[in-house]
């Protein structure tokens, strides 16, 4: 039973992480979406889908929004239900784990200029900075 509810974990976590960066993006009414590769791994890998550009603020939100919104949930979760604690700091563990590759990210963004645009691909992202002739 223990096992089971670890797995899910596992399988819970990681597409409720990629959905959370898709949120800020919905609220101020932007196009994002999730796509699932199947492959020859057992596991699928999700992909966030953002097409166009957005501002450099609203890229530092995306990146930041699964880390805090997810660990402050588990928090108030561990607290009103405490003989879950050990589950549910397994989700916080995997979803800081899934979110170190998000803060590396915002170190990037955080050098960019003020006046920068992200535009992310689906390996990577790009910083473009509009240049005035």
Known sequence: MNLII?????FIVWPLHKICHCIPLWLVGKRASLSIERSNKPIPIIYTNIPGTTSKRLAIIMSVFPGVV???VIFVA???FP???YYLSFA???NFGISMKDFVYLTHLAKAPTHAYIEDDRDDCRILIKQTL
Request: hydrophobic content about 70%; aromatic content about 0%.
């Open 6 to 10: 670890l797995i899910m974990m596992l």
């Open 70 to 72: 997810i660990t402050a």
């Open 78 to 80: 561990a607290s009103q």
């Open 83 to 85: 003989s879950m604690l």
């Open 92 to 94: 916080g563990a995997l």
